[in-house]
């Protein structure tokens, strides 16, 4: 199995995003192995493009990304949540996002430094609450990013202009070197929610997170597998488990290396699509754990060893699927091979 990486599209939609964040710089999330598609490929790929902020979720998401990227360019946003970690940041140089006074505490307990602080506005996720900031603890922190998160970007609600509005009051509270408040979705909001960086993450992996986006991003991801077996049905004939798909004539079929361990879930049973040289080959019943049967019927030439792409549009996928776009690339499993130009 191989997961195609289209590097291109992956350059083509960082520029795009630092273009519609306006005067703010586009930074890039790469948390959970830059969804799914390889961490070390994809800030590479974005480093070359000009990104200079990259926003992990955990530490030990950091060495993978140190063999890449500068130091004082990894934000951790889990920030520390003991001495160690306190420590390990310290030592590389990678900065913590400080959710908490108990955070702000380690931190300052192990010595301090640069750091990013985020703030809650009203998601009730990470981040410092209101009564939080007058804290002295806060005093003589040496703050890169203030940073905070929308909750319902993708929506059209009064949430998000509430966010902003608590956002903006952040300005004269806590004195930071830079702001940040959008990610893929809050981008697409408009030049009042980008202020200094931007943090797009799925959109830069070919995630359709707005309306406004699509015309500027591409696809990035294109799982792949290739045919094991094939052989022809009889009318009546009975495929997979629990003999879901029942052939009415003859029919080709051929049998796929990739199945739900693999992050290609049941939901796909009946909807799923793979394509050989322009042509489709549906999938036929039930997908089992590493295994996937396609009609070849539009395929004759097609042989045992080829290998078939997945019909792996983001938006159109999480639509048949009932998966979100994230979901798509995040489950994508640690048998596929990550490449492609
Ligand atoms: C994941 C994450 C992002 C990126 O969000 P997308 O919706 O993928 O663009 C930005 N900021 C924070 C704090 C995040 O956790």
New binding site residues.
Partial sequence: MRLQIDSDALAGNWRALDKLSGQAVAGA?V?ADA?GLGSERVSATLLAAGCRDF?V?HWSEVPALLRHVPAEAIAV?HGPNNAQEVRFARETGVRP?LNSLHQIGLWRNGGGGPCHV?VDTGMNR?GLEKADLSSELLSGLQIDIC?S?LAS??EDTSQNDEQLAAFAQLRSVIAARRYSL??????ALGGAFHADVT??????YG?I?RAELAGHIRQVARPEAAVLQIRTLQAGDKVGYNALFQADREMRVGTLAIGYADGFLRCWTGRGCFHWNGRRAPTLGRISMDLTIVDLSDLPDCREGDWLSAAYDLPSSARSTGLSQ?ELLTLLGRRFSRGGA
Avoid at 182 to 187: D, E, H, K, P
Avoid at 199 to 204: K, N, Q
């Fill in positions: 999330a948390k969804y926003f979720a946003l996002v985020m990470l940073m998160h970007a993708d959008a990610n893929s979705a809050g981008i943090r797009p993450g799925i959109a830069l995630g997170a994230y």
